[in-house]
């Protein structure tokens, strides 16, 4: 949808499209200098400062690569292209709660690194019993990509039903959606993939994979 201009988020449109279908898809989200130094966040040389993600929680958190094969790195106010993002992510965390009143407190977000052949099964992003993760956010970072790159995040219904929607990670594309609702996954691709993912959390959100 255009719920963008000019590297200008239109809050308005994000807002009225959570309200009918609980998530949005926002082309060229990001400046475009942004848009590339973030880029260069997961660059060969900086790729060494990312560590494997896990899964689970306390004690019985681990690696799985056949579950999920991505490397992340947290952002970091103290980088600029870091601190830039956060920035807009702030503006948009008070903008949504203002229309909204979805009880937006924090944000947290990581690079992640996903390589060839990599995936991250069906999963809910939102902590069973716990008000943590509200709002998911996917920016995507490559300067290019094919259809035939695959790599799609698909965003799932409850149950069996099919898939509600099977997003294509152009450059620039941010998708946010409701975290207690959308069971999602992400697919293979033929090529490494760069991201951010990211949540928006209530009040006593904590950090975790």
């Not at 896990?54 to 490397?71: M, N, Q, T």
């Amino acid at each position: 949808m255009e719920a963008c201009h000019g590297g200008v988020l239109d809050i308005d449109a994000i807002a009225g499209q959570l309200t009918s279908t609980g998530f949005v898809v926002v082309e060229n989200s990001l400046p475009a200098l942004l848009l590339a130094s973030l880029d260069d966040g997961c660059s060969d040389g900086e790729a060494l400062h990312f560590a494997p993600a896990r899964i689970g929680r306390g004690s019985e958190r681990k690696r799985d690569a056949l579950v999920r094969g991505d490397l992340i790195r947290w952002l970091d106010d103290a980088r600029e292209a870091d601190h830039g993002y956060l920035a807009l992510m702030e503006g948009l965390r008070v903008s949504l709660n203002e229309r909204l009143c979805l009880g937006l407190f924090s944000y947290e977000g990581h690079y992640a690194i996903y390589g060839t052949g990599s995936r991250y099964e069906r999963h809910l992003d939102a902590h069973a019993g716990q008000k943590n993760r509200l709002l998911s956010t996917v920016v995507y970072l490559d300067s290019e990509w094919a259809l035939a790159d695959g790599g799609e995040l698909v965003l799932h219904g409850t149950g069996e039903q099919p898939a509600i929607a099977r997003i294509l990670p152009q450059p620039g594309l941010m998708v946010l959606f409701l975290s207690e609702e959308f069971p999602h996954e992400v697919l293979k691709a033929s090529r490494p993939r760069h991201s951010i993912a990211g949540w928006f959390s209530g009040r006593g959100g904590s950090r975790s994979e």
